[in-house]
């Protein structure tokens, strides 16, 4: 991402310390009323203080307004968007993103990148014309999120983001969470995470598709990346239209494989694969009942929230399944396909799709997270969303289990092996 120096937004943590004795609030915070019964963090809270004019604007819109008339010509640089994580000199911010292993926790960064990338899309699409009606803007998908190195909680963090393409009525954001230890200078070498969201904006009145501001890359390094996301653009519009390049007979061939163990499973318990265990002895389930805490500036469920509660599941689901300690290593998908709303009970339902026994850098678990909205009175079960992790075992747990081998996955029906051919077929179009 471009080295230019966007404003950078501080955050601050939102719990009193035990130690001060104070009860006034830092000068630069304000009461966490402001959002009163909406979902907050650090972040949230961060960004409303520094874009409270644009939020209130979004929280209560003006009646009868006219849409946009015009669309704008922005540039990246116009986007771009900094907060910082002052972790080296603020105890209670430290303790609040403190994992067990002295490293972030990565299920509330998931949420704060997904805050920020809301952000900066409101920038990018804001035309500053308060008799305007504002788009609605949410989150589509989550393209990939990759951790790069370990991110300590006791180091300064900071996360930059800015829109790099934009469609008709869509755009992604590329964020980087950069963090630098004490031996290195180099930029390139200090980037822990990387993360792509894609959003898309819809007329706030009529909830129809809605253009939003054209994006116009100046340097070289954000035509390149404006290049690479128009290229993911495409692909994506490939896969919904169900391209196939493969016969059936050639899929056929595949899930037969996959399901040839699976079939012993069944047929021949006692003389199954040591080695192995069905798709459904991985799974693990929670529920929730949707809360008003949880709710963003639209009233829908928060996205970063989703993506929390999923990656928790997801890293039970690997642990369990492994017998140590997972660790984290990306986000392959997330599909946002339909809207959560207050007071919906929702479902997670997890489960190990494959495993990769064979890498280099140790062992790879793919977990599979699917939510789904239930409405018990209607008898009815909708997919809300669906979201795709990978992880390995972490180095120093694995270093304590001499010969430690994870088990292969296989389905035991043709529905599952499905699944682990659509997944094991996106990662390869990704590559």
């Known amino acids: 991402m471009e080295p230019s120096s966007p404003h950078t937004i501080p955050v601050f943590a939102t719990l009193a310390s035990p130690y001060d004795s104070s009860t006034q609030i830092n000068g630069f915070r304000k009461p966490i009323s402001l959002w009163p019964g909406m ?12 874009r409270s004019r644009t939020f209130e604007r979004l929280l209560d819109p003006p009646k009868d307004a006219p849409p946009q008339s015009e669309l704008l010509v922005r540039t990246p640089s116009q986007s771009r968007t900094s907060i910082l994580y002052s972790f080296s000199s603020d105890y209670i911010l430290r303790e609040q993103y403190r994992d067990p292993w002295n490293e972030v926790r990565i299920g509330k960064l998931l949420e704060d990148l997904d805050a920020l990338a809301g952000t900066i899309s409101v920038k990018h699409c804001s035309d500053e014309d308060s008799t305007t009606r504002p788009l609605l803007l949410v989150t589509a998908s989550v393209d990939k ?18 829109v790099i393409w934009v469609g008709s009525s869509s755009m992604e954001i590329q964020l980087e969470v950069i963090q630098l230890s004490g031996e290195e200078s180099n930029a390139t070498n200090s980037v822990a995470l990387t993360a792509n969201f894609i959003f898309v904006a819809r007329d706030s009145k009529t909830h129809k598709a809605a253009l939003v501001n054209r994006l116009s890359p100046e340097t070289d390094r954000e035509k390149l990346l404006f ?26 061939k595949r899930l037969n494989e996959l399901l040839a163990e699976g079939r012993i499973f069944s047929d021949m318990p006692a003389l199954a694969d040591r080695n192995s265990i069905l798709l459904r002895d991985t799974r693990l389930e929670n529920s929730l009942i949707c809360q008003p805490q949880q709710r963003n500036i639209h009233g829908r469920i928060f996205g970063g929230f989703l993506l929390h509660r999923a990656f928790e599941l997801a890293f039970s689901t690997a642990y369990a399944f492994a017998g140590l300690v997972p660790c984290f290593l990306e986000v392959d998908h997330v599909d946002f396909l339909r809207p959560v709303d207050v007071g919906d009970f929702l479902r997670f339902k997890s489960c190990v799709l494959y495993t990769e026994q064979e890498k280099p850098d140790g062992p790879l678990i793919n977990v599979e997270v699917v939510a789904h909205v239930t409405r018990p009175e209607l008898r009815s079960s909708e997919v ?48």
């Open 227 to 252: 290049k690479e996301a128009e290229a993911r653009s495409k692909l994506r519009k490939r896969k919904s239209v169900g391209e196939r390049k493969e016969t059936d007979d050639g899929i056929a």
């Open 39 to 50: 979902y907050h963090s650090p972040v949230t809270i961060a960004l409303w203080e520094t």
């Open 145 to 162: 999120i990759v951790l790069k190195k370990p991110i300590s909680v006791d180091i300064d963090l900071k996360i930059v983001g800015t």
């Open 384 to 431: 809300s969303n669906t979201f795709y992790f990978t992880f390995t075992v972490r180095p120093e747990a694995k270093a304590l289990e001499d010969g430690f081998r994870i088990r292969n996955v296989v389905p035991a029906t043709e529905e599952e092996a499905r699944r682990i051919l659509e997944r094991m077929d996106a990662e390869t179009l990704q590559l």
